[in-house]
């Protein structure tokens, strides 16, 4: 009913209630073409136009909105966070195990056949052909590791610029965001009954699309304007209510090939560090497949490789050669330059290192962060420097009870030549003097980048130092049954100056210490040359001439003579001089068997060698040593070359199985969440067919009404 200008109420006339039925039903008709019209557009939302009777009579004004739930919807996008996620670090992993597990490309193979020719020379020391074939397995082995090396590095660069380039489509992503935002609160502002479906639409593709990228979360403007906030799942916002948003930018630390994430504000000074592997999506795959796989495989294939040639020359330096000189390095092992941090102050301190001779056992996969303490100006200065292990995320390296490993020396001499030992098997130089700044820091990556820098050194099959230097003779005076059953050399570092804590007992003249010209000095004994019995259970130690430099009494234990010695030597005790040194004079010897008062051995260089071969079955057993550390932590037993690759492949191996398995779940959630959300908003032809048979029929019965009202208002008139 409507009221005339006397306050009299009265009903819609059949012209008005017709006239609205034809709008109406007009306005479902064109939703509905607009559904069929777009089933096939990636993203459309099916929408839905109702009505509300009027008290007077007919169809009041139609309201349009898209049918949508918000939980399937949010569900769609947690779903599909997680399997870009898995999808991204399996597709990454995937490459690597399938490199690693090829027998074309194994180290392992490598390695075997190395230790084969090794052992082939071994077993004829003299031939100059079965050494120069160790040499060539040498270059394969280093060529071997130098490809997969190369091909890890080119991984990373691959990943940098595929990180970069989600980056800049996230930040493209959060700025469609935020101006579609804008425009649904302008366009929902001026027109309140029909709901801006292609401008939502278009917002919610976007976010769909982020959140293939990133794990995100979305929550409706409390001020009810239109527009959606978008934040992290870890809480840090990028579009935000007043309409500003937060982009993220790529950053660099010391290692400029490891990007790390930031998220700046719009306009704002803000900048907040992200933990990248947190992220979730495509980028959070990345980022897991760089910290969990790739950096870790670069390090611990850089460990095996350092660990293999630091053993074999370590093990070549302490034997004697064809030319029956001491041996020396089969492989020239890199330098490790310190990467400064970007907030350094000092810009002349620099930090180098290197592998410590003989330290193969201790070599991790660690990084190593230097923190500059304080430094203290003299001739030399002196630096007191903090050594942190990390790992290869950036974050401490545990021991066994929970505690970062750290280490601090408090008075490094910091110059040129001077290198000083630390964790991790390494040893560092401090160039610049009193150049550096106390708060200054660099990281050292002993593993990362060194596997494709090392190279094969020697050139000579002469060279290689199959022989012991040291040769233990019996005397033939001898009585009792006492025979030699091994002799080693742990240590031939010459220097004649003896001013090298390092010396060992042989000489630069093919021979070993005598007295006056020893660590003992003028006048001291030589180094020792002979082991004297003067009872069954009592021997002396004797220099090459026949000094006693000490005498060991009621022992029938005659392993390691020469150490047992040292520790329990009488009259006179093991020379102070000798114990001042690390590993003087760096041979040894046992025995079994009872020997009788006069029975002595006799220690020499071991001249004209060419057939000994004792060294080479130590260089060709190394493969079944166990000397390498299996973690950074330095828990655990020690493992073999073999094993610690091994353990990398089976690694690989064992994160790609389990990718899979989560990529497949992940997809099983996806399909059922999207057919969830398409149950309730995706256009169905079948529905809308329906709907326009039942709207055009509508439609034609109320334009039939407005016939009637014509034909009813035509008869008055003419009765008029």
């Known amino acids: 009913m409507i009221a005339d200008n006397t306050g009299t109420t009265r009903n819609a006339s059949l012209m008005s209630i017709a006239t609205s039925g034809v709008n109406a039903s007009n306005e479902l008709l064109r939703t509905t073409g607009h559904n069929i019209a777009n089933v096939n557009t990636e993203g459309y939302v099916r929408e839905r136009t109702s009505f509300e009777s009027q008290v007077t009579g007919g169809v009041g004004q139609g309201t349009t909105e898209r049918v949508i ?95 970069t380039a989600n980056i800049n489509k996230v930040n493209s992503l959060i700025k469609s965001i935020a101006e579609l935002n804008e425009a649904v609160r302008v366009n929902q502002s001026s027109n309140i009954f029909d709901e801006p479906g292609t401008l ?76 990248e592997t947190n992220l979730g999506g495509a980028i959070g795959g990345l980022f897991r497949y760089r910290d969990e796989v790739l950096e870790t495989s670069r390090r611990e294939l850089g460990q095996v490789a350092m660990a293999v040639t630091e053993s074999l020359n370590n093990q070549n330096r302490l034997g004697m ?99 000083t030992s630390v964790i991790g098997g390494i040893e560092l130089e401090f160039s610049a003097g009193a150049a550096y700044t106390a708060g200054d820091k660099y990281l050292l990556q002993p593993t990362k980048n060194t596997a494709d820098r090392i190279e094969v050194s020697m050139t000579r099959p002469e060279d290689l130092a199959l022989a012991s230097p040291i040769h233990v003779e019996p005397s033939i005076k001898n009585l009792g049954d006492a ?74 234990d005659f392993n390691n003579m020469l150490a047992q010695a040292e520790i329990s ?82 690694d690989i191996g064992q994160k790609t199985s389990s990718a899979d398995i989560a990529m497949q779940a992940a997809a099983a959630l996806k399909s059922q969440s999207k057919d969830w959300f398409d149950s309730v908003s995706g256009v169905s032809l079948d529905e809308e067919a329906a709907n326009l048979v039942r709207f055009q029929q509508s439609y034609s019965a109320a334009a039939k009404l407005i016939g009637t009202a014509q034909d009813l208002f035509n008869t008055i008139l003419n009765i008029v």
């Open 483 to 556: 025979e030699i059953i091994s002799s080693k050399v742990t240590n031939t570092f010459i220097d004649n100056t003896f001013a090298d804590s390092r010396v060992s007992g042989f000489n630069d003249a093919g021979g070993i210490h005598g007295p006056g010209s020893s660590p003992t000095g003028a006048g001291g004994v030589g180094a020792p040359a002979e082991i004297f019995f003067t009872a069954e259970n009592a021997y002396e130690v004797r220099d090459s001439s026949g000094n006693v430099i000490t005498e060991v009494t009621g022992t029938t």
């Open 569 to 650: 030597g009488t009259g006179p005790t093991w020379p102070a001089a000798f114990s001042a040194l690390d590993n003087y004079p760096g041979y040894d010897l046992s025995i079994q068997g009872v020997p009788k008062a006069g029975d002595s051995f006799t220690i020499e260089y071991n001249i004209d060698g060419l057939n000994d071969n004792r060294n080479g079955l130590v260089l060709a057993d190394l493969q079944n040593q166990n000397i390498m550390q299996l973690n950074n932590s330095g828990s655990g037993q020690p493992v073999s070359f073999h094993e610690a690759y091994a353990n990398t492949v089976s």
């Open 200 to 275: 939502k639409n278009q917002r919610d593709s976007a976010i769909l699309e982020l959140s293939s990228l990133l794990s995100i979360e979305v929550r409706n403007d409390p001020k009810d304007t239109g527009g959606l906030l978008v934040n992290l799942s870890s809480g840090e916002s990028l579009v935000l209510q007043d309409g500003s948003m937060n982009l993220f930018q790529v950053n660099n630390d010391a290692d400029l090939n490891y990007k790390s994430l930031q998220l700046t504000s719009n306009g704002k000074p803000t900048t907040l560090n992200l933990r």
């Open 69 to 163: 739930n918000v939980f399937a919807q949010n569900q769609l996008r947690r779903d599909t966070t997680q399997l870009s996620e898995h999808e991204n670090f399996y597709n990454k992993t995937t490459i690597l195990d399938n490199v690693f597990a090829s027998e074309a490309n194994s180290i392992s193979k490598s390695m075997s056949s190395f230790f084969a020719s090794m052992q082939t020379a071994s077993d004829d020391p003299t031939s100059i052909a079965a050494r120069q074939l160790v040499l060539g397995e040498a270059e394969s082995l280093i060529g071997q590791i130098g490809t997969i090396s190369g091909f890890l590095t080119e991984k990373e660069r691959e990943l940098n610029i595929e990180v």
């Open 321 to 419: 050669d064809y030319d029956g000189q001491l041996g020396g390095d089969i492989f020239k092992l890199p330098d490790i330059i310190g990467l400064e941090h970007p907030d350094n102050v000092g810009v002349n301190g620099t930090v180098t290192g290197r592998i410590t001779q003989g330290e193969a056992g201790k070599i991790t996969s660690a990084d190593y962060e230097v923190t500059i303490n304080s430094v203290a100006a003299g001739a030399p200065a002196t630096l007191n420097v903090t050594v942190a292990a990390l790992n290869a995320d950036g974050s401490s390296v545990l021991d066994i009870n929970g505690t970062p490993i750290t280490q601090t020396y408090p008075a490094i001499e910091a110059q040129g030549g001077t290198f």
